[in-house]
């Protein structure tokens, strides 16, 4: 069975104020199980599991890293938060790093604002190969994915009207977003050496496709998700991460081509899910044609269906999609909180906004 594995960026916030604090080195320093890493701005932190076959064991590591993440940051008087964006007016701090320093050299104002943190899933592959053949076939999905986890409609102070507003940060990027078809490792491989060729981006590490081959692991490595304000919901995105990459391998060693969906068409279907979440409409894989949210979630759900039976994991996906649709995603909820506070004191409203499982 095939495994996966979660990485999650973090906010580190005031525990009083609720403000964003620049405070990630002195975490790290104080990271005595070394669980945590740093990230371009200094009021991130990031985590990641361990590979697991088991979505509930994946999900039980999860927690325990929030809460490793949120008992570190408490011995500095702060907290950790699931958000997406932050949604107060910030001006970040980028890390006092060579390679962070030349990021913002040479990008100014787009790696100079860019706080935002994402959820990006591994899961595991036999070969580049089998991987490149995956990456063809999941990324007409990889919307969809984005509107379940939508968790930044606030940028600056403001509401930005879109479910997720990180998507539209991080697409600032010129090596962002997602890709056309490769075909083949050799293809994948030369599209890589030629952005680096370009001079424009600094290296391997900034190649931010939506979805890519990982530098580090045998594994393909979604990365179009928000981070998720609730970690069952970033259970229910690596299980169906999971079953996306073995629903692909099987369309791949059966023969069945790629969806031949224009990259033009699936940058729109990313922005439509980042403006609507799981609310409105999105593009349908499909057709390309509007269509309810709920629809396309649940097209891909079927999509992927005999895989995550296969896996034992379809009631598990079930409980939690059905969970998630009823409550809302990170959006809906950030969206409701706001609503209900009325205590002017910034505390509270942040208290309610940044509050997330132990």
């Known amino acids: 069975m095939r495994t996966m594995g979660v990485e999650e960026e973090l ?22 199980d070394d669980a945590l890493t740093g990230e371009l701005q200094q009021e991130q932190v990031e985590t990641g599991t361990r590979p697991h076959t088991d979505v509930q064991d994946l999900q039980a590591d999860i927690a325990g890293l929030r809460r490793h993440a949120m008992d570190t940051a408490a011995e500095l008087g702060m907290r950790t938060a699931a958000l997406g964006t932050y949604p107060l007016p910030v001006s970040p701090t980028v890390t006092q790093h060579e390679r962070y320093q030349e990021m913002l050299e040479r990008f100014g104002p ?74 083949t490792p050799e293809r994948y491989h030369a599209l890589v050496e030629q952005l680096i060729a370009s001079g424009t981006v600094l290296d391997r590490a900034m190649i931010y496709f939506d979805a890519r081959l990982s530098a580090k692991y045998p594994t393909v490595e979604l990365r179009s998700a928000d981070v998720c304000r609730r970690l069952e919901d970033a259970a229910l995105l690596a299980a169906l991460a999971r079953g996306l990459v073995e629903t692909a391998s099987r369309e791949w060693k059966s023969g069945l081509p790629a969806p031949a969906v224009p990259t033009a068409v699936l940058r729109m279907m990313s922005w439509r899910a980042g403006r609507s979440g799981i609310t409105g409409d999105l593009v349908c894989p499909h057709n390309g044609k509007p269509a309810p949210a709920g629809k396309v979630i649940a097209d891909l759900v079927s999509h992927v269906e005999a895989a995550l039976s296969d ?48």
């Not at 005031?14 to 964003?20: I, L, N, P, R, S």
């Not at 409203?349 to 499982?357: S, T, Y």
């Open 11 to 32: 906010l580190l916030v005031d525990a009083e104020t609720g403000k964003v604090r620049p405070s990630a080195g002195a975490v790290l320093n104080t990271d005595r």
């Open 110 to 183: 787009t790696a100079g604002e860019q706080l935002t943190c994402g959820c990006h899933i591994h899961v595991s592959i036999d070969d580049e190969e089998e991987g490149v053949a995956v990456l063809d076939r999941i990324r007409v999905w990889l919307p969809t994915l984005l509107a379940l986890s939508a968790n930044s409609p606030y940028w600056q102070g403001e509401d930005t009207g879109y479910a997720s507003f990180r998507s539209q940060a991080w697409n600032r990027w010129p090596c962002a977003g997602p890709t056309s078809i490769f075909r």
């Open 311 to 358: 896996q034992e994991d379809r009631e598990l996906v079930g409980e939690h999609l059905a969970a998630l649709m009823a409550r809302g995603n990170g959006a809906l909820a950030q969206r409701a909180s706001f609503a209900a506070t009325q205590d002017p004191k910034l505390n509270r409203k942040l208290a309610l906004l940044c509050g997330i499982q132990p």
